[in-house]
């Protein structure tokens, strides 16, 4: 499956007192990045919970590579990487002119919104997912 890019600038709201991106508002790039994808291929979370689907990160694994810096204009990418029944991984990165700053593997689990257990995924998502 091909990769998912979402362009994002730093503003001072992101970063620290010394002008550095604070390392959570790398996990909101991402999380712009993967609802961008969603939408990309016709899904919205307000959606999604409207059917009963509550989608939510149950694992996470980071790696930082180098800081962005106020004003730096960043790409955030999704891509899946293991699809599951229930679940799936996203590689993700963000980056500065093609330099990986931050990497991550992001795994989501589908619940049912009303019981908060899995729940396999809506067809139509199952078949982008499996694409």
Same mark, same amino acid.
């Given at each position: ?57 149950? =694992?996470?694994?980071? @790696? ?10 960043? !790409? %955030? /990418?999704?891509? $899946? ?5 229930? =679940?799936?991984?996203? @590689? ?10 931050? !990497? %991550? /593997?992001?795994? $989501? ?15 139509a998502i199952a078949a982008v997912l499996n694409g």
């Amino acid at each position: 499956m091909s990769e998912f890019r979402l362009p994002v600038r730093v503003y001072i709201e992101d970063t620290d007192a010394g002008g550095i991106v604070y390392y959570v508002n790398y996990l909101k790039y991402m999380e712009r990045a993967r609802s961008e994808w969603l939408r990309h291929h016709g899904f919205t979370q307000s959606d999604l919970l409207e059917a009963g689907i509550q989608l939510v990160v149950h =694992r996470l694994e980071c @790696r930082y590579a180098k800081p962005a810096l106020l004003d730096d204009a960043l !790409e %955030a /990418t999704a891509v $899946i990487h293991s699809p599951g029944h229930c =679940r799936a991984s996203f @590689r993700q990165t963000v980056t500065r002119n093609g330099e990986p700053l931050c !990497e %991550a /593997t992001v795994h $989501i689990a589908c619940l049912d919104a009303d019981h908060l257990k899995p729940t396999p995924w809506p067809s139509a998502i199952a078949a982008v997912l499996n694409g």
